[in-house]
């Protein structure tokens, strides 16, 4: 490295540290994100420069839904084997997140010692990603449906991933989510190894295919696929009676492995996670130890008490996500386990500025299953009217449902936890600006 590289990239690291330290002294979030916007300015090669100082191998985590959860359980379960890890633990997907990361774990002159980096990363941002990194693993969640505004179909999406991934390595491994058809198809497509996690529980199907489904056609000929039984959304055993396009062989048995946190998809985030740990070399009674004590990431499926109320936060950011939710929430409802719902509608830049996607959620089964519903938001309207339409097309089956509209959100969250009973749970389901919100005022923090 040239002296002067070695100067400016000095610079660009006391620089973010400095920011860190200014912004987290005065309590204006977590210092996530501005760091790795100013170092990079200072800096424009930074980004490769941290990724070649990563011992033992980069992992990114890609995908519409999952994220967060997925990398911070795969972080628990490499730290108790007594690896160090470098995380962008806040979830800040973005570049200038995963260099404010990397930053956060290097000493004054940019030298960073970290034997694994596991990076969540936008699933728009993976291509501007693999220009600066040779990651050892790439692991796909799943695609679905989200924020159309910035980043188009689902097959868009798939096909800028196909021709980023070509050109890395045979090494680099590939794990992808075998109930996508989508990403079956893009794993089929790679030249690299592949290998497949997936669901084999039919006792977990759903009744009907969602109206929120995203992907049902065959991606090789676009023929209709022929679905055994689906999990969530257009996750599911499928094949093509077209063409020999079927769900590929996964590498080990679901049923094995066990579930902490609520939700079919944290049976997809647990199974993401154990899978890679094993390609690691973790053995799996290592991985089943860790999972028996995982503790959800913040705002997925994280379980508050505040005023002396049980608060449990599911992040509903999409059409997928929020039918999921739903689903979990309606579980409880029927065990006699929550009767509220706090339900938090923003159109902010990190929410996707198009809310037309919640008419594609199926709320009518939340109001269908009674209680107390209420919203607010920056769009509180939109969402009491996608309710009040809901209502209005059930007419009078289901249960009695409380519908309350309040803009101001601590009104609304107070009025939440003033009707929650103290043996119960309230759930509150923000997109993500608005969870960021209301668990500054849950907690008297924020994330930035």
Same mark, same amino acid.
């Not at 690691?280 to 959800?296: D, M």
């Not at 920056?378 to 289901?398: E, P, V």
């Given at each position: 490295m040239q002296i002067l590289d070695r100067l400016r990239l000095g610079l660009a690291v006391a620089t973010a540290k400095l920011?860190?330290?200014?912004?987290?002294?005065?309590?204006?979030?977590?210092?996530?994100?501005?760091?790795?916007?100013?170092?990079?300015?200072?800096? %424009?090669?930074?980004? $490769?420069?941290?990724?070649?100082?990563?011992?033992?191998?980069?992992?990114?985590?890609? !995908?519409?839904?999952?994220?967060?959860?997925?990398s911070l359980l795969l972080r628990t379960i490499l730290e108790n084997q007594e690896q160090k890890v470098t995380h962008n633990a806040t979830g800040a997907n973005l570049i200038n997140g995963l260099i404010t990361a990397l930053l956060a774990d290097t000493n004054l002159i940019g030298r960073l010692t970290t034997d694994y980096a596991i990076l969540e990363v936008d699933e728009n941002v993976l291509p501007l990603v693999l220009k600066d990194c040779t990651p050892q693993y790439i692991l796909g969640l799943n695609l679905f449906r989200d924020q159309l505004d910035r980043y188009g179909e689902v097959d868009t999406i798939s096909y800028r991933w196909q021709q980023a991934i070509n050109p890395l %390595?045979?090494?680099?491994?590939?794990?992808?989510?075998?109930?996508?058809?989508?990403?079956?198809?893009?794993?089929?497509?790679?030249?690299?190894?592949?290998?497949?996690?997936?669901?084999?529980?039919? @006792?977990?199907?759903? @009744?009907?295919? %969602?109206?929120?489904?995203?992907?049902?056609?065959? %991606?090789?000929?676009?023929?209709?696929?022929?679905?055994?039984? +689906?999990?969530?959304?257009?996750? !599911?055993?499928?094949t093509c009676p077209s063409c020999d396009f079927s769900k590929p062989k996964l590498m080990l048995n679901s049923s094995d492995w066990g579930q902490i946190l609520i939700g079919v998809y944290n049976k997809y985030n /647990?199974?993401?996670?154990?899978?890679?740990?094993?390609?690691?070399?973790?053995?799996?009674?290592?991985?089943?130890?860790?999972?028996?004590?995982?503790?959800?990431?913040? !705002?997925?499926?994280?379980?508050?008490?505040?005023? !002396?109320?049980?608060?449990?936060?599911?992040? #509903?950011?999409? $059409?997928?996500?929020?039918n999921e939710t739903i689903r979990a929430v309606n579980t409880l409802k029927k065990q006699g386990k929550s009767s509220t719902s706090l339900i938090l509608l923003n159109d902010r830049t990190p929410d996707g500025t198009d809310?037309?996607?919640?008419?594609?959620?199926?709320?009518? /089964?939340?109001?269908?299953?009674?209680?107390?519903?209420? +919203?607010?938001?920056?769009? *509180?309207?939109?969402?009491?009217?996608?309710?009040?339409?809901?209502?209005?097309?059930?007419?009078?089956?289901?249960?009695? +449902?409380?519908?309350?509209? @309040?803009?101001?959100? #601590?009104?609304?969250?107070? *009025?939440?936890?003033d009707g929650t009973p103290s043996h119960e749970t309230l759930h509150i389901l923000p997109t993500y600006s608005a969870m960021l919100e209301v668990r500054k005022l849950l907690t008297g923090r924020q994330i930035l």
């Open positions: 920011v860190t330290a200014i912004v987290k002294g005065l309590k204006l979030g977590a210092a996530s994100v501005l760091p790795g916007e100013i170092s990079r300015r200072l800096h %424009p090669r930074l980004l $490769p420069l941290l990724f070649e100082q990563v011992n033992k191998g980069v992992i990114l985590i890609v !995908g519409t839904n999952g994220k967060t959860t997925t %390595p045979q090494e680099s491994k590939i794990i992808l989510n075998a109930d996508d058809p989508t990403l079956a198809y893009l794993g089929q497509n790679l030249s690299q190894n592949v290998v497949y996690f997936g669901l084999n529980e039919p @006792e977990l199907y759903l @009744e009907t295919i %969602p109206h929120a489904v995203d992907s049902i056609y065959c %991606p090789s000929c676009g023929h209709l696929l022929d679905y055994k039984g +689906v999990y969530l959304s257009h996750l !599911g055993d499928y /647990t199974l993401a996670a154990g899978v890679l740990s094993l390609e690691i070399g973790v053995k799996q009674a290592a991985i089943n130890e860790t999972i028996r004590s995982f503790k959800a990431a913040f !705002g997925r499926a994280e379980e508050l008490t505040v005023q !002396g109320k049980h608060i449990r936060i599911l992040l #509903s950011k999409n $059409p997928v996500g929020m809310v037309s996607w919640i008419w594609d959620v199926d709320t009518e /089964t939340l109001v269908k299953s009674g209680g107390t519903i209420i +919203v607010s938001g920056d769009r *509180t309207y939109d969402m009491a009217l996608r309710l009040k339409y809901s209502q209005d097309s059930l007419g009078d089956a289901g249960s009695p +449902v409380n519908l309350v509209i @309040e803009e101001n959100l #601590s009104k609304a969250l107070q *009025t939440a936890l």
